[in-house]
């Protein structure tokens, strides 16, 4: 996974309503109505409307129109693939080196 896009989903899932609304999707394991999400979290249409955008581009949810109603599911493979990418990014990172001689007696 490139860095843009790590980016990207560590972005979406930064901001506390994104991460309130993307949790909701995810714990109902099926397709989520706009409406449906607005009575779970007592939050506006609009504002969700935008929060499920930023979502739907950062791939962490897929959005499919039936009628008039809008349905968002999770995207797993997604999170499952920034996992991984997060966790290869911490076992790169070098350990600090020790010791430096700081709080060492001199002589």
């Not at 972005?11 to 397709?31: M, N, P, S, Y």
């Not at 920034?82 to 020790?98: F, M």
């Amino acid at each position: 996974m490139n860095r843009t896009r790590l980016e990207k989903i560590g972005k979406a899932l930064g901001d506390r309503t994104r991460l309130r609304i993307f949790e909701a999707i995810v714990g109902k394991q099926a397709h989520m109505t706009c409406g449906e999400i607005v009575a779970l979290r007592g939050i506006s249409a609009a504002t969700v409307s935008h929060h499920l955008k930023i979502l739907s581009d950062a791939q962490l949810i897929a959005c499919s129109r039936d009628g008039k109603f809008v349905y968002s599911r999770a995207v797993p493979e997604t999170l499952e693939d920034y996992t991984r990418a997060i966790l290869a990014l911490a076992r790169a990172r070098k350990p600090a080196v020790s010791g430096g001689g700081r709080g060492r007696g001199r002589g």
